[in-house]
């Protein structure tokens, strides 16, 4: 079965980091790019990072720029999104795409929406 699983969504407190993680199953990561997404309640879907095949390349939000760092370790056929310092705005449900490169602007990449294979998608929660 062709799919990406992500894990490692849950409750943290303000300030605190999360790490989740995006697994392909039946098809290897190598050849996609990776975007991540999310959809809080009552609000558009927004894209947060995008990172190359290769893993050499990646651009994020000005939202989560700095706090985030995408990552993707395609012998382990996995790609990861680190969240630090998180906020109570950060609270949504997160998801990963494996998708291609839309276009290079100012040597940054940028996803296409029209992504290959959908994550399920993961809670995180911000909450004292």
């Known amino acids: 079965q062709l799919q990406l699983v992500e894990s490692g969504g849950g409750l943290v407190q303000p300030g605190g980091s999360l790490r989740l993680s995006c697994a392909a199953s039946?098809?290897?990561?190598?050849?996609?790019?990776i975007a991540w997404f999310r959809q809080a309640p009552g609000k558009e879907r927004e894209g947060l990072s995008c990172?190359?095949?290769?893993?050499?390349?990646?651009n994020y939000a000005d939202s989560v720029k700095g706090r985030f760092t995408v990552s993707k370790d395609n012998a382990k056929n996995t790609a990861y999104l680190q969240m630090n310092s998180l906020k109570p705005e950060d609270t949504a449900v997160y998801y990963c795409?494996?998708?291609?490169?839309?276009?290079?602007?100012?040597?940054?990449?940028?996803?296409?929406?029209?992504?290959?294979?959908w994550g399920q998608g993961t809670q995180v929660t911000v909450s004292s």
């Open positions: 039946g098809f290897t990561l190598d050849s996609y790019a």
């Open positions: 795409a494996a998708t291609t490169i839309a276009r290079y602007k100012g040597g940054l990449p940028y996803c296409s929406n029209s992504a290959s294979y």
């Open positions: 990172i190359s095949s290769s893993g050499g390349s990646t």
